[in-house]
């Protein structure tokens, strides 16, 4: 079973920053896609940056510009460095990882980290 342990978040003004890490256990030789999703309280969980199994890289618009995703320890640890925080980036910050084919396709979720950023 896939382990995902999020770290690195915390409360910190608007225009400060924050480095979030997930470090990924247990992924076997299969391919993954890493994904970063966040969810604010009353609002639906959205994608926030991902790394695709084949090294490509998307992010919302809502995060370009300010936050990178990055994979420094091959897909052992992914990293969210968030730049130029909004009080509109507090959330809950997950980390995902999709297994594909051609192993048997799983979705596998973090705990969250929680991300405050005051005005």
């Known amino acids: 079973q896939v382990e995902l342990v999020e770290s690195g978040g915390g409360s910190v003004q608007a225009g400060g920053s924050l480095r979030l890490s997930c470090a990924a256990s247990r992924l076997g030789g299969c391919p993954y896609d890493m994904n970063w999703y966040r969810q604010a309280p009353g609002k639906e969980r959205e994608f926030v940056a991902g790394i695709d199994e084949d090294g490509t890289i998307t992010s919302a618009d809502s995060v370009k510009g300010r936050f990178t995703i990055s994979q420094p320890n091959a897909k052992k640890t992914l990293v969210l460095q968030m730049n130029n925080l909004k009080p509109e980036d507090t959330a809950m910050y997950y980390c995902?990882?999709?297994?594909?084919?051609?192993?048997?396709?799983?979705?596998?979720w973090g705990r969250g980290t929680q991300v405050s950023v005051s005005s």
């Open positions: 995902n990882a999709r297994k594909k084919p051609p192993c048997t396709s799983a979705l596998f």
